[in-house]
């Protein structure tokens, strides 16, 4: 190797040394932006705090757990999550709010698709925009709150869907819309094109008539394209489950089933105690009687069950057999139906059950899964 004479030797020092200046001065100035973009942060956050304070904003604290599920086991999560709902039907639209998701640990699809609702419903109240505080630690609760698009409505800010997508946020309709893309989307982007025709017929066939029951029912004195309702998609790749919610904000099952043909001999059949019981109390009037006393719990019951005479005159409303089918098939299946002050949730092979809520759910919202493979 040709050794180098002292001259050159310096001149490459110098250049190194002009080098490494120009990286250290182009770290120091990518720190400093850094902590400006921080500092800008930091400093939007205090101001936001400070208008908390000041009472410029309402905070809305979300729950630990946003869950309805537990609603026959742990009664506070399904009542943290109901009353985190009413104050957001009571106040966002009307006052500057802020959401705070800091200290939510668990969220579930069937929470969200309800959360987005009242947020989505409310804002017509005074078109006032809310902000979102994420916690900064669960990615997992991030990205809920984030792909299901509750940050973009809670700040007020437009949305379009893309079918193509792998992931669908939150989907508000009216009647019989997206109701095809939907099923396509799970068909092609979830299933990759591989669901079978016996379990797409299925599936169809339950989110159709879950919707069509909303045109029907749900919203009463409305226009057909008032009477909205929300859906979401959820799926878990560990358990390789399809998680679905749709919800409607209407007058909810029992104040719709107790005027079907089949609903006293319905009941009378399949609580015949309960029946019997009401019957001995006055041997008049035993329907007044019913409409009164019969729980919600029971009535929502009886939307899965239907018409048993036989008879068939009303077909609608009658519980879903596609639904259940989708549960009934599935060794992981299960299905939630709340609706008033009543639950009903069905099990793979269990027996039905229902239970009385602690506070009423605005509206119907009904969740179940099926299996991925």
Not at 58 to 81: G, K, Q, R, W
Not at 135 to 161: A, F, Q, S
Not at 166 to 182: A, D, N, T
Request: glycine share 6%; with cysteine.
């Amino acid at each position: 190797m040709k050794k180098k004479d002292v001259s050159q030797a310096y001149i490459e020092d110098v250049v190194a040394l002009k080098r490494f200046r120009r990286r250290l001065k182009s770290k120091q100035k990518s720190k400093k932006r850094r902590r400006f973009s921080a500092g800008q942060q930091s400093n939007s956050k205090s101001v936001l705090r400070a208008k908390i304070l000041a009472g410029k904003a309402h905070i809305i604290s979300a729950p630990v757990n946003l869950s309805f599920y537990e609603a026959e086991d742990t009664e506070m999560f399904y009542t943290d999550t109901v009353n985190f709902i009413a104050e957001i039907r009571k106040y966002y639209g009307t006052c500057r709010c802020v959401f705070d998701f800091s200290g939510t640990k668990r969220v579930t699809a069937a929470a969200m698709v309800a959360v987005y609702s009242a947020v989505e419903e409310s804002y017509g109240n005074g078109n006032v925009k809310g902000g979102v505080i994420l916690p900064r630690d669960d990615n997992h609760i991030r990205d809920m709150i984030m792909l299901t698009n509750l940050k973009g409505v809670i700040e007020g800010k437009n949305h379009h869907y893309h079918f193509k997508d792998s992931y669908l946020p939150v989907i508000s309709g009216y009647g019989r819309l997206y109701i095809e893309k939907i099923i396509d989307h799970i068909q092609f982007q979830i299933y990759g094109n591989e669901m079978s025709a016996q379990t797409e017929y299925v599936f169809g066939d339950a989110v159709s008539e879950t919707i069509n029951n909303v045109r029907l029912h749900a919203y009463p004195d409305r226009t057909d394209d008032e009477k909205k309702w929300w859906l979401l998609c959820h799926v878990d790749t560990d358990n390789k489950q399809l998680y679905l919610a749709i919800y409607d904000s209407g007058i909810g099952i029992p104040k719709t089933v107790e005027k079907k043909s089949w609903f006293f001999y319905s009941y009378k059949t399949q609580y015949p105690t309960e029946y019997a019981e009401l019957r001995d109390e006055s041997s008049k009037d035993v329907d007044l009687i019913l409409f009164k006393r019969i729980s919600d719990a029971h009535k929502v019951g009886l939307s899965m069950t239907g018409d048993v005479t036989g008879t068939q005159k009303d077909k609608h409303g009658q519980g879903s057999k596609s639904i259940r089918a989708l549960v009934e098939d599935n060794l992981n299946g299960r299905m939630w139906l709340f609706s008033g002050l009543g639950m009903f949730k069905l099990s793979y092979g269990e027996s039905p059950v229902v239970c009385d809520l602690p506070k009423p759910m605005q509206g119907t919202l009904i969740q179940w899964n099926i299996q991925l493979a």
